[in-house]
């Protein structure tokens, strides 16, 4: 396995080569991600708690790209011990990790303030804060070592404005904001007067939506909601841009308050 960076590979897209891990890949988000990265000439490392629902995506992503390298891994994220295993694993078996997509999710609200089960900030904690300082400490180094790595996490406007019946909802979402770029702080100093070499953001929706959902509720208009096809091509495009340009920023998908 070659040591250089995807970009530095006979001037080839960012993509075309880099070893790029999704949490939470088994989802309508997920799927949507693992097919634009594998179109665009990634490996891709899909993992998701959920067996089934990870090979389904898997296999999808196969028939779709036969020549793709795409593998699955049932992967406990609530476990630090098990997410660096697998940061550990992706990178002895691919030679390099560039980056990790995060798309575990999870959502509870209330009819107002006064109404808060706390049992739902009980719940969402693992799923929206857990999983992220797992992942992030777990692939710091090797999206360090990778020269053009990405931590991504997915959040939600309502983070910076939340509501009356989200309060564990954006509360968890703010904290892990918080803690992605304080990972996108580590990058910047750790690049020095070169810039960052990695970078650590967040895209940012108010809701997304997908093609069953369209289905179910024909009559919808999903006004602000972001497409799954959408969020996976902004993904994908955050290698496009220098590491200094997307280190430490919030990428609005929705439109700002």
């Keep these: 396995m070659t040591s250089s960076t995807p970009d530095d590979t006979g001037g080839g897209a960012p993509l075309d080569g880099a070893v790029v891990a999704v949490a939470g890949a088994g989802g309508p988000a997920g799927q949507a991600a693992l097919l634009r990265l594998a179109a665009a000439g990634a490996v891709v490392v899909a993992a998701d708690a959920d067996a089934a629902r990870l090979a389904g995506a898997v296999d999808a992503t196969r028939a779709a790209y036969p020549g793709a390298t795409v593998a699955g891994d049932t992967v406990d994220l609530l476990d630090p011990a098990a997410a660096r295993q697998w940061a550990d694993r992706i990178e002895q078996e691919f030679g390099r990790v560039d980056g990790l997509v995060h798309l575990v999710g999870g959502w509870r609200g209330s009819a107002g303030f006064a109404e808060t089960d706390l049992a739902d900030w009980d719940a969402l904690e693992p799923l929206l804060i857990r999983t992220v300082q797992h992942t992030s400490l777990a692939f710091e180094a090797p999206l360090r070592r990778s020269g053009n790595g990405r931590f991504l996490l997915v959040s ?3 983070a910076g404005r939340p509501t009356a019946g989200n309060a564990a909802y954006a509360a ?21 007067d070169a810039g960052p070499r990695a970078a650590a953001a967040v895209l940012v929706v108010k809701a997304l939506v997908h093609e069953a959902m369209r289905a179910e ?11 799954v096809t959408d969020l996976a091509d902004a993904v994908a495009d955050t290698w496009d841009r220098p590491a200094a340009d997307v280190n430490g920023q919030r990428l609005w998908l929705t439109p700002q308050p």
């Design 156 to 158: 939600a406007a309502g």
């Design 172 to 192: 968890a979402k703010a904290a892990a904001e918080a803690w992605t770029l304080a990972m996108a702080d580590g990058f910047r100093k750790d690049g020095g």
């Design 217 to 227: 509720r024909p009559n919808a208009k999903f006004a602000g909601f972001t497409e």
